[in-house]
């Protein structure tokens, strides 16, 4: 009850005065509308109805102040009630903001996918990925038990092709090897989706995501099914021989190495890039007047140029990666072990880069593009130019933010520091991508290669997050703002009526 006695005179405060005509007969209220024409006439405004005091009543702000004095008296076994029940309604509906807990989640499920692919280019380097010929999603998941099964396992290896053209004379142990590797590779992929799919569930039954967020989490579950099938069909390519060329080192389709790859890159930029929207977005409504101040900044035209940039940049970081698969898939690193040179100059020699044995048809319609994904030599010459671009990218930003003025002072700090890291890793994956071409592709280092690809891309995506401009957000502050205004004011009002 003293809660409720305290709160009594801004109730009042917020209250709606009321006009005489509230206590008027019905007959007065007829000729008093007929009258109102009259008012209109001379620029005069009728006085109160009641369904404008009944409207003003449920205004949102008298809504916003009720609830909040509900809350604070609920020592009240009915205010308590009324709170309930109020709390009650608000969880049948999605939040504006996703919880913390599902930016925690996702940001966990993006490490999960950054370690199988780095596990995935140790498979394929090893050159297990082909040891288990069949799918199998539910009985797969347990690995051979006795004897019998691993001869039965054995025996359908030794009808692949890579067993009769590369390891004719493996034992049972070295199969047994290179099995595992691609089990705990398949393993891991299941892991991931159920790791996923039942967390998500949780958290939209809870309530615990905004509506858009729902439907990305979808969108990310259905990606990763997705990729388990891509998976399957790259490694159904290495399992005949019509599938590549005769008499070539056995291998998988590097178009479907590629996708599968790409799939795994893009799951990955999705899980991360929510999970930092989530945490920036609550960083921000913190505290609202310094959000709102941080968005105004970002939106300043001047850095509309930069933040483009980095879009830019992430893009060409993933295109960059793909070529990496191309050469992955057609062992293309092995060949012309040097740099920058290649041969006697910079590029091979013009009729090697568009040999006309790689087009199918007559007129050689189609010899530009397949020289471009097929021919090992032109596949790496690309993915050098491809890295070379992206280096002096990232040095021609970091440049720019350090050499204007302008984006210098507008840039926050954290995105400073986010360059910093861009231009470090970039550094770090050219050093590595030199050193494993130079000692002919070791498992060690062109691990280290690829796992270097995703760190690169991780911090593009981290500057991203912290230069752009989240629309969604920024209403949600200003709606935030506005209602801290109103509340002030209020309780401005209240305080000068009591003195």
């Given amino acids: 009850m003293a809660a409720l006695g305290s709160a009594l005179p801004r109730w009042q405060s917020l209250a709606p005065r009321l ?4 206590f008027t007969c019905r007959q ?6 007929s009258a109102a024409k009259s008012f209109r006439q001379f620029g005069t405004k009728p006085s109160l109805q009641p369904t404008t ?3 003003s009543l449920l205004s949102n702000q008298n809504r916003q102040f009720f609830t909040s004095s509900l809350r604070r008296s609920a020592s009240s076994p009915d205010v308590a009630s009324a709170v309930e029940d109020g709390a009650s309604q608000a969880k049948s509906s999605f939040p504006k903001i996703s919880d913390k807990a599902v930016a925690y989640f996702l940001l966990g499920s993006a490490a999960s996918v950054f370690g199988i692919v780095v596990f995935g280019g140790l498979t394929r380097l090893t050159e297990s990925g082909l040891s288990i010929t069949e799918w199998r999603p539910v009985t797969g998941s347990m690995p051979p038990m006795n004897a019998e099964d691993w001869e039965s396992e054995f025996a359908k290896y030794r009808s692949s092709p890579e067993f009769q053209l590369l390891n004719p004379h493996m034992t049972l142990s070295e199969f047994k090897s290179i099995y595992y590797m691609e089990w705990i590779h398949r393993l891991w992929g299941r892991f991931i989706g159920l790791s996923f799919v039942l967390p998500a569930v949780y958290f939209v039954a809870r309530k615990k995501v905004s509506t858009p967020m729902t439907w990305r989490l979808a969108g990310i579950a259905g990606l990763i099914g997705f990729q388990g099938f891509l998976g399957w069909w790259m490694v159904k390519s290495g399992l005949k021989d019509d599938l590549f060329a005769p008499g070539s080192h056995p291998r998988v389709s590097q178009y479907r190495l590629t996708a599968h790859l790409g799939a795994a890159f893009v799951c990955y930029v999705a899980m991360l890039w929510n999970g930092l929207a989530i945490l920036r977005s609550h960083k921000l409504l913190a505290d609202a ?11 300043d035209p001047r850095l509309v140029i930069f933040r483009r940039s980095v879009a830019g940049l992430a893009l060409l970081v993933f295109t960059t990666a793909m070529s990496g698969g191309l050469v992955a898939g057609l062992d293309a690193g092995l060949i012309y072990n040097e740099f920058p040179y290649m041969g006697n100059g910079l590029a091979p020699p013009s009729p090697e880069l568009w040999d006309a044995r790689y087009s199918r048809h ?7 593009w397949r020289n471009m994904l097929e021919n090992p030599s032109l596949v790496q010459l690309d993915h050098r130019i491809l890295a ?3 280096f002096t990218s990232i040095m021609a930003l970091w440049a720019y933010s350090r050499r204007s003025p302008t984006v210098r002072r507008l840039l926050p700090p954290p995105a400073k520091k986010g360059i910093h890291g861009v231009v470090g890793f ?3 994956q050219v050093g590595l991508g030199i050193s494993t071409l130079l000692y002919l592709v070791p498992t060690p280092l062109a691990s280290a290669h690829q796992a270097g690809s995703l760190f690169l891309l991780t911090w593009v995506l981290v500057l991203g997050s912290r230069v752009w401009h989240p629309s969604r957000t920024a209403k949600l502050l200003q709606m935030a703002a506005k209602a801290r205004g109103q509340q002030l004011s209020s309780s401005t009002a209240s305080a000068v009526k009591r003195l």
């Fill in 53 to 55: 005091f009944r409207s």
């Fill in 289 to 299: 007047a310094s959000g709102l101040k941080q968005l105004e900044a970002l939106r």
């Fill in 426 to 428: 970039a550094f770090m």
């Fill in 362 to 368: 007559e007129d050689c319609s189609d010899l530009w």
């Fill in 388 to 390: 070379m671009t992206t």
């Fill in 28 to 33: 007065c209220l007829r000729s008093q509308g």
């Fill in 19 to 22: 006009s005489k005509s509230l």
